[in-house]
């Protein structure tokens, strides 16, 4: 068995060709000779153990890593809780093999979080977030920016538009909903779906109950607050909503409102709103 070609030190860049990656990942499987051990002499039984021991030393840093940040998080002047020994347990199996750094940042700050308020991350929130990919929680980033909370209400809801119900302005009406263009913001269909499928929003649109004409509803988006009132009756908000998981995983992320989805809400609702 020949060895697999070593990385030439002017290839260690992402620029290289598919084959040269496809040969890089030899490594993991034990098929490329380094300092001590030759794949060539190795039996296949042996290529597997030098396998294993990669992958445990990978799972063992990755491990470091993450407690690492959870280090750092954890403040020394609050009273720490024991954790759940089933809990770390989990938490452990599954962070070990978070291999990117943006994600074992969340994972630590995961930990840490359990260990000053614990009961906070559930073990289904867990096998979630391991299934996540790092663009995918670019996605759920960029939805928590657009999303909203409503008067004192501690969900999220991303606004996707709002409907006239009834009363005899409808007759004057071209349509009856007014949608945001949410693909224009970077949200398009797709990445919706992508979060449904990944369990952070839930797979049906929503509607608030009728809007008390003239009463003021309360929108906080992250740092930004604004009042809506409407203008009459049979008004009601369309939304996506974010399921537990979702909820659980918005305790991780702090994203700056989207000035221009915020700047778009106030012209498309003007018609029917004031906004303060």
């Given at each position: 068995?020949?060895?697999?070609?070593?990385?030439?030190?002017?290839?260690?860049?992402?620029?290289?060709?598919?084959?040269?990656?496809?040969?890089?990942?030899?490594?993991?499987?034990?098929?490329?000779?380094?300092?001590?051990y030759r794949a060539s002499q190795a039996s296949i039984a042996e290529r597997?153990?030098?396998?294993?021991?990669?992958?445990?030393?990978q799972y063992q840093a990755n491990l470091e890593a993450v407690y690492t940040?959870?280090?750092?998080?954890?403040?020394?002047?609050?009273?720490?809780?024991?954790?759940?020994?089933?809990?770390?347990?989990?938490?452990?199996?599954?962070?070990?093999?978070?291999?990117?750094?943006?994600?074992?940042?969340?994972?630590?700050?995961?930990?840490?979080?359990?260990?000053?308020?614990?009961?906070?991350?559930?073990?289904?929130?867990?096998?979630?977030?391991?299934?996540?990919?790092?663009?995918?929680?670019?996605?759920?980033?960029?939805?928590?920016?657009?999303?909203?909370?409503?008067?004192?209400?501690?969900?999220?809801?991303?606004?996707?538009?709002?409907?006239?119900?009834?009363?005899?302005?409808?007759?004057?009406?071209?349509?009856?909903?007014?949608?945001?263009?949410?693909?224009?913001?970077?949200?398009?269909?797709?990445?919706?779906?992508?979060?449904?499928?990944?369990?952070?929003?839930?797979?049906?649109?929503?509607?608030?109950?009728?809007?008390?004409?003239?009463?003021?509803?309360?929108?906080?988006?992250?740092?930004?607050?604004?009042?809506?009132?409407?203008?009459?009756?049979?008004?009601?908000?369309?939304?996506?909503?974010?399921?537990?998981?979702?909820?659980?995983?918005?305790?991780?992320?702090?994203?700056?409102?989207?000035?221009?989805?915020?700047?778009?809400?106030?012209?498309?609702?003007?018609?029917?709103?004031?906004?303060?």
């Open positions: 068995m020949a060895d697999t070609p070593s990385e030439p030190k002017s290839e260690q860049t992402s620029d290289v060709s598919a084959r040269k990656k496809a040969l890089l990942l030899g490594r993991r499987l034990g098929l490329t000779s380094e300092e001590g597997a153990e030098h396998r294993q021991r990669k992958l445990d030393s940040i959870a280090l750092a998080n954890t403040p020394s002047e609050v009273t720490g809780t024991d954790l759940d020994p089933d809990w770390v347990h989990q938490f452990f199996q599954l962070a070990e093999q978070i291999h990117n750094r943006k994600m074992q940042e969340l994972w630590g700050r995961i930990l840490a979080y359990e260990i000053t308020s614990p009961g906070n991350f559930s073990l289904r929130t867990l096998a979630t977030l391991k299934q996540l990919t790092h663009k995918e929680a670019q996605f759920f980033e960029k939805a928590l920016a657009m999303a909203v909370k409503i008067n004192n209400e501690s969900r999220h809801k991303l606004i996707i538009g709002y409907r006239y119900a009834g009363g005899i302005g409808k007759l004057f009406r071209k349509t009856d909903a007014i949608s945001i263009g949410l693909s224009q913001f970077g949200l398009p269909y797709s990445t919706i779906l992508t979060l449904i499928d990944s369990g952070i929003l839930h797979r049906s649109e929503f509607e608030t109950g009728l809007l008390n004409s003239k009463t003021p509803i309360s929108f906080t988006l992250q740092d930004i607050k604004m009042t809506l009132t409407p203008k009459g009756g049979h008004l009601l908000f369309s939304y996506y909503r974010l399921t537990p998981v979702g909820e659980e995983l918005a305790q991780l992320v702090r994203p700056g409102a989207d000035i221009e989805y915020t700047k778009a809400i106030k012209a498309l609702f003007a018609k029917d709103f004031i906004i303060d």
